[in-house]
């Protein structure tokens, strides 16, 4: 079996046939044994015209698309591992108009297909984070969201933070491993559970001056806490810049490929994806092939945990407080 696609042209002349895509993954996903996915018997008749396979036990019909993210999709599957391809290979992303150009689909397809890719990257993390801990906050987006007249008021009035959406961000300084939380406020309790949540009380803290991680600070084995507005950006060799300089990537991720257009309900995609290819660039991506990318994201899809949620198109346009205007179906990134 091929693993490795150096361009995407490789990728495409390979998947030239759908038989050929829906091999692979059946491979991938079963060794090419058949497992019902609703009762786990391997016991199956093949049906031949459409592709699928007949459960002998339970008498279900299933093909090797069932709970991943292909499911219910009519998108080839060669076409999938394109938008794969395309969206994972890039630290700057690809919007859906680009990846439905590129591979023939609406925007609107292209759109859910990329949802679906992100939900992939989110990299789950459990283990806590330890060492020197950068931290800081970050203001984005929100311009471009429908907002009532009375907060837009508000946020003509305010400055600066008003109005936008906080982005939490933690840096392992050893490792270079991020993590972003968007928040729907910031206070000292909402930054209190993510740092208890995620870092290590053995770790050495790093912060601007901000009075919101004073009390927390005192959880851990130490606090710096730099002064900004006194131009104190480092103190013993504690500095913050990790995170600070990942924030500017991340700024420019959202400005670049998606036009500042992320709408603030679906933030946290966008910040998973990034964050994904921010931690695998440095730790694994580069120790394999760069060109073995989706077959580490196809792994991803068939992992058990993944496999019980996929992301469906209606839930994905709920969230969007405005879901049921019909112009604000249509979203552009
Ligand atoms: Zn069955």
Request: contains cysteine; charged residues 25%.
């Given at each position: 079996m091929l693993e490795e696609f150096k361009t995407i042209k490789d990728l495409e002349k390979y998947f030239s046939t759908e038989d050929t895509a829906r091999q692979y993954l059946e491979n991938y996903r079963w060794l090419n044994n058949p497992v019902c996915p609703k009762c786990g018997s391997r016991y199956y008749y093949i049906l031949r015209t459409v592709k699928q396979y007949c459960c002998k036990t339970c008498r279900k019909n299933y093909s090797v698309r069932v709970g991943t993210i292909f499911d219910n999709s009519a998108v080839p599957l060669s076409k999938w591992f394109t938008a794969i391809f395309l969206l994972s290979n890039d630290r700057r992303s690809m919007s859906s108009v680009q990846v439905g150009e590129w591979i023939g689909v609406t925007q609107k397809t292209a759109w859910f297909m990329n949802h679906r890719i992100r939900t992939m990257m989110n990299t789950n993390n459990v283990e806590l984070m330890e060492g020197i801990i950068q931290m800081d906050e970050l203001y984005t987006g929100g311009k471009k969201d429908k907002v009532s007249k009375s907060r837009k008021e508000k946020m003509i009035a305010g400055s600066g933070s008003v109005g936008k959406i906080p982005v939490i961000g933690i840096a392992e300084t050893e490792t270079g491993k991020k993590r972003y939380f968007v928040s729907d406020e910031v206070t000292a309790g909402s930054i209190e559970s993510i740092i208890i949540n995620n870092v290590s009380k053995d770790s050495i803290l790093v912060t601007d001056g901000s009075p919101l991680y004073t009390t927390v600070g005192k959880e851990f084995n130490n606090h710096i806490a730099l002064n900004h507005s006194k131009n104190?950006?480092?103190?013993d060799g504690y500095h913050s810049n990790d995170i600070e300089g990942s924030f500017r990537h991340f700024r420019g991720y959202l400005d670049g490929t998606y036009k500042g257009m992320v709408r603030s309900w679906h933030l946290q995609k966008y910040a998973n994806e990034f964050i994904y290819k921010n931690n695998r660039r440095e730790k694994v991506v580069l120790a394999l092939s760069k060109a073995k990318k989706p077959a580490v994201i196809l792994k991803t899809i068939l992992t058990p945990e993944n496999l019980k949620k996929v992301l469906r198109y209606r839930d994905l346009v709920r969230l969007n407080p405005n879901h049921n205007r019909k112009w604000d179906l249509q979203e552009a990134c």
């Amino acid at each position: 079996m091929l693993e490795e696609f150096k361009t995407i042209k490789d990728l495409e002349k390979y998947f030239s046939t759908e038989d050929t895509a829906r091999q692979y993954l059946e491979n991938y996903r079963w060794l090419n044994n058949p497992v019902c996915p609703k009762c786990g018997s391997r016991y199956y008749y093949i049906l031949r015209t459409v592709k699928q396979y007949c459960c002998k036990t339970c008498r279900k019909n299933y093909s090797v698309r069932v709970g991943t993210i292909f499911d219910n999709s009519a998108v080839p599957l060669s076409k999938w591992f394109t938008a794969i391809f395309l969206l994972s290979n890039d630290r700057r992303s690809m919007s859906s108009v680009q990846v439905g150009e590129w591979i023939g689909v609406t925007q609107k397809t292209a759109w859910f297909m990329n949802h679906r890719i992100r939900t992939m990257m989110n990299t789950n993390n459990v283990e806590l984070m330890e060492g020197i801990i950068q931290m800081d906050e970050l203001y984005t987006g929100g311009k471009k969201d429908k907002v009532s007249k009375s907060r837009k008021e508000k946020m003509i009035a305010g400055s600066g933070s008003v109005g936008k959406i906080p982005v939490i961000g933690i840096a392992e300084t050893e490792t270079g491993k991020k993590r972003y939380f968007v928040s729907d406020e910031v206070t000292a309790g909402s930054i209190e559970s993510i740092i208890i949540n995620n870092v290590s009380k053995d770790s050495i803290l790093v912060t601007d001056g901000s009075p919101l991680y004073t009390t927390v600070g005192k959880e851990f084995n130490n606090h710096i806490a730099l002064n900004h507005s006194k131009n104190e950006f480092g103190k013993d060799g504690y500095h913050s810049n990790d995170i600070e300089g990942s924030f500017r990537h991340f700024r420019g991720y959202l400005d670049g490929t998606y036009k500042g257009m992320v709408r603030s309900w679906h933030l946290q995609k966008y910040a998973n994806e990034f964050i994904y290819k921010n931690n695998r660039r440095e730790k694994v991506v580069l120790a394999l092939s760069k060109a073995k990318k989706p077959a580490v994201i196809l792994k991803t899809i068939l992992t058990p945990e993944n496999l019980k949620k996929v992301l469906r198109y209606r839930d994905l346009v709920r969230l969007n407080p405005n879901h049921n205007r019909k112009w604000d179906l249509q979203e552009a990134c």
